[in-house]
């Protein structure tokens, strides 16, 4: 049976006098990935923002467990588990990879003093790296540095925004694989935004289709057939 995570219903945003979402509904599984996929400039990145509150102007309902979080600030969202990566990564270059991952620390529920050591077990490469500068990373090690970021938080839902954007490939594989290990092994509900078809196949069990600011089509990712991919996804 399928517990809804999170519940988006009739969800508008403006951008100013920009009408950029429309009327959207979608529900979120619980403990599976969802994959939010449309062309450039559809609105996921504003959706994502929208859920986490980060942009101004959203009407509906974003409902979390039943609770309607479309008033709170984000950081109420954060503290209530709702983990947060943004496209394009946003780490800090001049900050050590350990004091980024401490900037997780402000909304974690408990009281962490250090980083845990799982986050380290998950990603080794950032314990060789823990004293370099955020910006003297990969792009593929700032992405884990990211993840690591947003998983002190100890999120019951993750939302990742475009994770594997502008990444070597074998570390796309590598992303892939801890995705798919937070849902299968620690539980956690991914949202991810993706625009690579192979790669949300891979680590998705549905997806929902963004057009143009509206809901063009959702379902199991095993149904997600080449008509819709040509119909909205393919250039
Ligand atoms: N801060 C903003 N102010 C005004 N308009 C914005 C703002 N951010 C995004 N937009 C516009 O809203 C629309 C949706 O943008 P959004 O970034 O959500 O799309 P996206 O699907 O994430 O694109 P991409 O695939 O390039 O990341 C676009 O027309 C964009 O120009
Ligand atoms: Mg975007």
Redesign the pocket.
């Given at each position: 049976m399928m517990t809804t995570m999170i519940d988006v219903r009739a969800l508008n945003q403006y951008?100013?006098q920009?009408h950029?979402l429309w009327d959207i509904d979608i529900e979120i599984a619980q403990g599976q990935c969802t994959c939010v996929l449309?062309?450039?400039?559809?609105?996921?990145?504003?959706?994502?923002?929208s859920i986490m509150g980060l942009?101004p102007n959203v009407q509906g309902e974003v409902l979390f467990s039943g609770q309607n979080m479309v008033k709170l600030p984000a950081e109420s969202r954060a503290s209530m588990g709702i983990g947060y990566i943004p496209?394009g990564r946003q780490i800090f270059s001049q900050l050590t990879v350990e004091e980024n991952i401490r900037t997780g620390f402000f909304a974690s529920r408990s009281k962490l003093k250090n980083v845990p050591a799982t986050i380290y077990e998950l990603f080794p490469v950032l314990a060789e790296m823990r004293r370099r500068r955020g910006g003297d990373l990969s792009g593929g090690q700032q992405q884990q540095l990211a993840i690591a970021r947003a998983l002190v938080l100890e999120p019951t839902v993750l939302i990742m925004?475009?994770p594997a954007e502008g990444i070597q490939p074998t570390i796309v594989q590598e992303i892939a694989d801890v995705i798919k290990s937070l849902v299968r092994d620690k539980g956690i509900t991914v949202i991810l935004?993706e625009?690579k078809l192979a790669f949300a196949r891979q680590v998705g069990n549905h997806y929902v289709i963004?057009d143009r600011?509206r809901l063009m089509a959702k379902g199991l990712m095993s149904d997600l057939d080449d008509t819709i991919v040509d119909q909205y996804l393919t250039v």
């Open positions: 951008y100013g920009s950029t449309g062309r450039n400039g559809v609105g996921k990145t504003t959706l994502m923002q942009v496209q925004d475009e935004v625009q963004l600011g």
